[in-house]
């Protein structure tokens, strides 16, 4: 199946129908699209069992709070992933400079309205607390997925107070390099820490990491130069 042709296509029709359909009525169509294209499809996930962070520390890191897990998940559930990500219509993606997004359970800004994830989002997000990544109170509710072409990027930032301070990616399509770059409590000797994301991997990263540290995206598909990078990042945004 050509997802790139068929969501090419999708946008088409989608920007000639919308022409003259008031904001708010394209914003609940577009969430009933996304409910419609996903509600037949079938997300094969396994089941996660508890697993210890502490095994998973990146060596060599002088930031204790990164972890990181290569084949997180299965060829199997990539495919399923990627498969549920192209199923959005046209209308569920925000083009950026120089990556494109979808936006699940609600925006964050300087408040949050939550909405419900997508059922394949629930299943994630489910699976972090089953593996005791996140404890059940602080259940992620939150999920943001990064389509990035070969050499595109996301500029050294952090993810703010709005968010509990944790977070999970999972790297599928292609590869990509994470940068950790010191920006509060620095010192002389503070030097950039580099993480090379394999496809189907996991990153997890806290405390110190989260709260002191930006963080950036690049080297999106240099093992292969027609993949693209779609990454979830998924996270807890209180809302009390």
């Known amino acids: ?3 790139r042709k068929l969501l090419r296509q999708a946008k ?3 920007v000639h129908e919308r022409n003259n359909i008031p904001k708010k009525v394209q914003e609940k169509q577009s969430t009933d699209e996304q409910k419609e294209s996903t509600a037949k499809l079938v997300f094969a996930f396994s089941p996660r069992t508890v697993l ?3 095994d998973y520390a990146v060596p060599s890191c002088h930031i204790k709070s990164i972890y990181y897990m290569e084949e997180w998940i299965n060829e199997v559930e990539e495919a399923s992933i990627l498969e549920h990500v192209h199923a959005a219509p ?3 993606w925000v083009e950026l400079k120089a990556r494109r997004l979808q936006v699940h359970g609600g925006l964050v800004t ?3 309205t939550p909405s419900r994830l997508p059922q394949w989002l629930c299943i994630l997000a489910q699976s972090f607390v089953d593996a ?4 059940a109170k602080f259940t992620p509710n939150h999920a943001l997925i990064n389509d990035y072409a070969p050499g595109e990027e996301i ?3 952090e993810d703010g107070p709005m968010y509990y301070p944790l977070v999970a990616i999972i790297s599928t399509g292609a590869t990509g390099r994470m940068t950790f770059r010191r920006h509060r409590n620095t010192s002389p000797q503070d030097a950039p820490f580099y993480l090379n994301l394999a496809r189907r991997s996991l990153l997890i990263f806290t405390h110190d990491a989260y709260t002191d540290y930006l963080h950036s995206i690049d080297n999106v598909g240099i093992d292969n130069s027609t993949a693209h990078r779609i990454s979830l990042t998924i996270r807890h945004v209180p809302t009390a």
């Open 52 to 54: 210890n962070l502490e």
């Open 12 to 14: 088409a029709d989608a």
């Open 90 to 92: 046209s209308s569920a």
């Open 155 to 157: 500029l050294p930032h």
């Open 110 to 112: 300087t408040s949050f």
């Open 132 to 135: 005791g990544v996140f404890h």
């Open 1 to 3: 199946m050509d997802f």
